[in-house]
């Protein structure tokens, strides 16, 4: 077939046409998918990043007000204890579980019960009352098995600190030597300890 030649330079401008639409369209289409790689990867980031957020605003609640006041409450209690027994001597905790509280002299008995009421009662209270408030920021949402003893400890003090108190009969003198689930201390600081360097992980992430 003869060509005219019209028809092959509207052949040779429509070949010029498609072409020219096929590169604006190539020159579209690579910038846009480079686009949609680069929403995406910033989509991603600011995921990672407001899930960072927010597990520092967590780790920030659970230390400042769970883990942290109750360690440090702990802390204080431990100094006092250890004021205690060099008032009254370092054995007066074996003393306690082996005699009453009234086989001792008049100014130990004195010494002793002006810390348990003044101080170590009032302070298992304020920590108790942390942990029934602020369960939901307990690590892991688990709740530790050294919680219960510790509970438990707690409460029978404080009941049977109020009987002796109100003249109520009870053996009350033997539970200055109960044993202290000691389990809890070491859980707190442990934790506290996991949640101080998980916050300063995150503070790196979210800077």
Request: charged content about 25%; proline content about 4%; hydrophobic content about 40%.
């Amino acid at each position: 077939m003869n060509l005219t030649f019209d028809e092959i330079e509207k052949i040779i401008e429509l070949s010029i046409a498609v072409i020219g639409l096929l590169l604006v369209v190539f020159g579209w289409f690579i910038p846009y998918k480079q686009s949609v790689k680069t929403t995406n990867r910033q989509q991603e980031f600011e995921k990672k990043l407001l899930c960072a957020q927010w597990g520092k605003k967590m780790l920030d609640n659970q230390i400042s007000k769970f883990y942290g006041p109750i360690a440090e409450l702990l802390r204080e209690q431990d100094l006092r204890l250890r004021t205690i027994k060099y008032q009254l001597g370092e054995n007066i905790i074996s003393l306690l579980e082996q005699k009453k509280i009234s086989d001792l002299p008049d100014d130990k008995q004195k010494i002793w019960m002006h810390f348990i009421d003044t101080y170590n009662i009032p302070i298992q209270a304020r920590i108790l009352e942390i942990i029934q408030n602020n369960q939901h920021l307990i690590y892991q949402s688990k709740i530790p098995e050294c919680f219960k003893p510790y509970m438990q400890y707690v409460i029978e003090w404080e009941l049977l600190d109020n009987q002796k108190r109100s003249g109520v009969p009870n053996y009350y003198e033997y539970y200055y030597s109960q044993n202290y689930p000691i389990d809890f201390n070491y859980y707190m600081e442990n934790t506290l300890t996991i949640l101080l360097n998980r916050q300063k992980e995150l503070m790196e992430i979210c800077l």
